[in-house]
């Protein structure tokens, strides 16, 4: 089992910065992908940066150079600073970690663990 706890959410004027912490907790060791992702009023949950268990750190279109997701090599701790926000940035954001678990017939299935979000709101 793994909990995660997001902290850092504010705020800002556009073209501010905050940054954003997850704070992992449980068995780390089969984490496979952890990132982030974001819900904003009225609209679906969406992926804004994940790590993926090769190491691949997939941006959305919309953050890339603005945004920058950092990791301890425990998996423990998970930050997103990001910068230059604009209105469309807010949004709760959600700590995301998932792992793979023996399911039945020698299968497996993914496993996706979220945190409670915390609230970005950028406004003038």
């Known amino acids: 089992q793994v909990h995660l706890v997001e902290s850092g959410g504010d705020t800002v004027h556009p073209g501010g910065s905050l940054r954003l912490s997850c704070a992992a907790s449980?068995?780390?060791?089969?984490?496979?992908?952890m990132g982030w992702y974001r819900q904003a009023p009225g609209k679906k949950r969406e992926e804004v940066v994940i790590i993926r268990g090769g190491g691949t750190i997939d941006y959305a279109d919309s953050v890339l150079g603005r945004f920058h997701i950092s990791r301890d090599d425990a998996k423990t701790s998970l930050d997103l600073q990001m910068n230059n926000l604009n209105p469309e940035d807010t949004a709760v954001y959600y700590c995301?970690?998932?792992?793979?678990?023996?399911?039945?017939?020698?299968?497996?299935?993914?496993?996706?663990?979220w945190g409670q979000g915390t609230q970005v709101t950028v406004t003038s």
């Open positions: 449980g068995t780390m060791f089969n984490i496979y992908n």
């Open positions: 995301y970690a998932d792992e793979y678990v023996a399911a039945g017939a020698g299968g497996t299935f993914l496993k996706k663990y």
